[in-house]
C-alpha cells in the first residue's frame, strides 16, 4: 500500500546547460589559479633550495669552526708545555753545574745524589716528549742551534758544531731552546784555497 502523504520525491535534477562562452572564462580562470600555482611552487622550490644551500654552508662554516677550535686548542695546549718545559730547563741546568762542581770538588756521593735528581728530571721530560738536540760533529743548524762562536778546526770541515755549551731541547718537533754551541772554522790559508776555482 501506498501512502499518499508522502512527499513527493524530487525532480531529476536536469544538467544545467552552461553556455560555451561561460566554460571558457571558467577554464581561463582554472587555467590562471593553475599557472599562480605553478609560480607559487615555484618560488617555495627555490626558496627552499636558498634554504638547502644557506643549510649546507652553515654546517661547512660550523665544521671549519670546529676543526679549527680543536687544532687551536691542541696548539695552545702544546705551547703550554713548551711554555713549562722552557721554565724547567734552567734548573736542570743548574743540577748539570752542580754535579760537576760537586765531581770536581772530590764529592762523589753528592755527585751522584745530583746526577740521579737530574736523570729523574729528564725522565719525566722524556715521557712529556721532551728530548735533547743532539749538536755535537753535526753541521751547524740555525733551526735547533745558536752560535755562541767560532773555533779554528783543521781537522773538521767548516760549520761543524765542536762544542755545546748550553744544551738544546725540543717537544716534539717545537724547539723549547736551541743549543748554543761553537761552530768549525777552517784555518785561513784552507780558506783562501777552497774558494779559490780549480
Known sequence: MTDDKSPEAPAARRPRRESKAQLEREL??????????????????????????????????????????????????????????????????NLE??????????????AEGVNMVAEQLLAALAEEGVEPIEALGRPFDPYQHEAAGTMLTPDIPEGYVVREELKGYKLGERVVR????????????????????A
Request: hydrophobic share 40%.
Open 28 to 93: 581561463t580562470l582554472v587555467k590562471l589559479e593553475l599557472a599562480d600555482a605553478k609560480a607559487d611552487a615555484a618560488l617555495l622550490q627555490e626558496q627552499a633550495e636558498q634554504e638547502r644551500d644557506r643549510l649546507l654552508r652553515l654546517r661547512a662554516d660550523f665544521e671549519n669552526y670546529r676543526k679549527r677550535v680543536l687544532r687551536e686548542k691542541v696548539e695552545m695546549a702544546g705551547q703550554a708545555k713548551a711554555d713549562l718545559v722552557a721554565r724547567i730547563l734552567p734548573a736542570l741546568d
Open 178 to 197: 736551541p743549543a748554543r754551541v761553537v761552530t768549525s772554522r777552517a784555518p785561513p790559508e784552507e780558506r783562501d784555497e777552497s774558494s779559490v776555482p
Open 97 to 110: 753545574r752542580a754535579r760537576e762542581a760537586a765531581e770536581r770538588d772530590g764529592s762523589p756521593a753528592l
